[in-house]
């Protein structure tokens, strides 16, 4: 029987020089690298804010006809440039036309009528000194016919009058009386007359006179309807979004087209709720577009930050406190200004896409306005001159029926 043999220990495993010093090197690269992150990260990230949900956006101004009419020139296109005041559409001026020559008649008609008002005032007066002279005419005949009674009742006792004459006299003393009542009558009817008529007539000329301004204004405003059967731009712009087409009957506020000033717009950057922690009003924001790729940026502004998220102001706003509720991380839409320069040399599209970098480096600026807008935001002419020959056509017409 053999005795049993120990095992010979194994020899220790060398330790191999060059792998442990590629360990080292490559934990030292991840501890260097993850260094720099940390330092980039600290002195430069985090003064930068940053997203790819933007995109461009603009004033589109609808084109309304302020009349309803027929389409009767359709004088520019989709992509077509316009100036302000240009007109753009046509419509048929008829109806209108015949509405303003209706309302020229009726201020001629009322201006001759307010005249006649004028003058009743002396036909009146006049009446009134006549109804005077009635009245002293009636008194000369009372007195007359009391002399005379009084002359009868005196000779009735010699038997001189009869009781026949007595009572003639007496009848004729009666009618005197009733004569001088109804002249009275007739001078206060008169002097009221004249009172009422007056009431229509004092303190006014006949230019000023309610009935020729109300009159005046049916002229204006049958005018402004022959003024807006061309339809003019109100900015200068491109065309988009033309639906209107020749001969369509349109009605008074329906859209027809609609123009672009590309001058005028701005970029709505949707940034996370944890971005907008530092985000301040007045902060720079550097902008490229995906129209243009990397080589062209933009220098932007931040105008405003929104009063709610996408979702708040969405046409189905979510519902969280039904119970089946997911969080879902919100964002806030944060305008941006471009500067016009830059847009005039590389024109921009309403809704391109757009990559926004904010520095929120400066803190001092506000996150919310707290002062009103200082001007209109937008503002037009175009239509201020619509009213301009109505006040000289309108002041013909009342001197051509005045009659001096």
């Known amino acids: 029987m053999t005795a049993p043999q120990n095992p010979t220990p194994a020899a220790p495993i060398a330790a191999n020089p060059t792998r442990k010093k590629a360990l080292i090197t490559l934990v030292s690269i991840v501890a260097v690298v993850g260094l720099g992150w940390l330092a980039y990260e600290w002195l430069v990230a985090s003064h930068y804010e940053s997203t790819d949900n933007a995109y461009v956006q603009g004033n589109v101004i609808q084109i309304t006809p302020q009349i ?72 000369t005949e009372i007195a007359r016919a009391t002399d005379d009674l009084n002359r009868r009742q005196s000779l009735i006792g010699n038997g ?44 006014t000329a006949i230019e000023q006179h309610p009935s020729v301004l109300a009159a005046a204004a049916k002229v204006r405003e049958a005018w402004l309807a022959t003024q807006r059967a061309a339809l003019p731009s109100p900015v200068d712009g491109y065309v988009a979004r033309r639906t209107v087409q020749l001969g369509q009957r349109v009605a008074a506020g329906a859209p027809l087209m609609a123009i672009v000033p590309l001058n005028q717009l701005w970029v709505d950057a949707n940034f996370k709720e944890v971005q907008l922690r530092n985000m301040r009003i ?3 924001v550097t902008l490229t577009a995906d129209l243009y790729g990397k080589r062209v940026e933009y220098a932007g502004q931040v105008a405003g930050l929104g009063m709610g998220t996408g979702a708040a102001f969405a046409l ?33 599209r309403v809704g391109l896409s757009m990559e926004a970098t904010v520095d929120v480096s400066n803190k001092e600026g506000k996150m919310l306005a707290d002062a009103p807008r200082p001007q209109a935001l937008l503002q037009t002419d175009v239509y201020a001159s619509l009213d301009s020959g109505a006040a000289e056509e309108v002041r013909r017409i009342i001197k051509a029926n005045l009659g001096r």
Do not use: C, F
């Open 316 to 348: 189905l706003p979510a519902q969280n406190a039904t119970g089946n509720w997911i969080k879902v991380v919100q964002r806030v839409p944060v305008r941006v200004t471009l500067d016009a320069a830059q847009l005039a040399k590389n024109p921009l």
């Open 68 to 139: 309803g009419g027929t389409v009767m020139a359709i004088l520019a296109d989709d992509t077509d440039y316009v100036k302000a005041g240009q007109p753009l559409i046509k419509l048929d001026p008829a109806d209108a036309s015949v509405a303003l020559e209706q309302a020229r008649a009726g201020l001629a008609q009322a201006v001759r009528q307010v005249r006649t008002l004028y003058a009743n005032n002396a036909s009146l007066t006049a009446q009134i000194a006549l109804r005077e002279s009635d009245v002293a005419r009636a008194e």
């Open 160 to 203: 001189a009058v009869s009781k026949e004459e007595l009572q003639h006299a007496q009848t004729q003393l009666s009618n005197s009386r009733s004569a001088l009542n109804s002249a009275q009558a007739g001078v206060t009817v008169a002097r009221q007359q004249l009172l009422s008529n007056q009431t229509m007539t004092d303190g």
């Open 282 to 284: 007045g902060q720079s």
